[in-house]
C-alpha cells in the first residue's frame, strides 16, 4: 500500500511539474502572407455631343467643323495610363449616289481639352492622353475637328473610332 501512495505522489509531482513546464514557455511561430495586386484600370467614355456632322455653308467646308467636349473620359487606377485612339480602317464608308470611297480617316482629328494639338485619325493607335495613377478619376474632354474641305462628293460617310485605355 505504501509503494502505492508513492507511486500516485509521483504521479502528482510529475504531472504538476509537467503542466507547470508547460504554463512557463510559449511556442510562436510566423508565416509570411504575400498579396500581389496587378494593375488595375477603370474607365467611362461619354459621348456628350451627337456624332453626326453636318456641313450647311461654305465657312464649314473651308475652315472645318468643331464639335467641342465630343466625348468626355474619366479613368480611374492604380497604375499610370495612356489612352489612345485609332479608327478601324483607313478609309470612311461612304452611301450616297456622289459619295467618294476614298474620304481618309484623317479628316477627323481630335484635340484635348482646349490644348491646341490635333492629333488627326488613321489606324495608326496614337497616344492622346496620359495619366497617373487616381483612385478619384482623372477626367479629360476630347473635341472632334471634321476637315473634309470640298475634295469629296456628296453623301453620308462612316467611320468606326477605336478608345484603347493601356497601363503604361
Do not use: E, H
Not at 59 to 87: D, R
Not at 150 to 161: C, K, L, M
Amino acid at each position: 500500500m505504501k509503494k502505492k501512495i508513492i507511486s500516485i505522489c509521483l504521479l502528482f509531482i510529475a504531472g504538476f511539474s509537467f503542466s507547470n513546464c508547460l504554463a512557463q514557455y510559449s511556442f510562436n511561430n510566423t508565416i509570411n502572407a504575400t498579396v500581389t495586386i496587378p494593375p488595375v484600370l477603370s474607365w467611362n467614355v461619354t459621348y456628350n455631343n451627337t456624332s453626326t456632322i453636318n456641313f450647311s455653308n461654305a465657312t464649314q467646308y473651308t475652315n472645318g467643323v468643331t464639335l467641342s467636349n465630343f466625348t468626355t473620359i474619366q479613368v480611374k487606377g492604380n497604375t499610370p495610363w495612356m489612352v489612345n485612339v485609332a479608327a478601324s480602317t483607313p478609309y470612311f464608308s461612304a452611301s450616297g449616289t456622289g459619295a467618294s470611297a476614298n474620304m481618309p480617316a484623317n479628316i477627323l482629328g481630335f484635340s484635348v481639352d482646349n490644348i491646341a494639338t490635333i492629333y488627326r485619325l488613321s489606324t495608326v493607335s496614337q497616344k492622346i492622353q496620359t495619366g497617373a495613377s487616381s483612385a478619384t478619376g482623372t477626367s479629360f474632354n476630347l473635341n472632334l475637328i471634321a476637315t473634309p474641305g470640298y475634295n469629296y462628293g456628296a453623301g453620308i460617310y462612316s467611320i468606326v473610332i477605336n478608345y484603347t485605355l493601356t497601363a503604361q
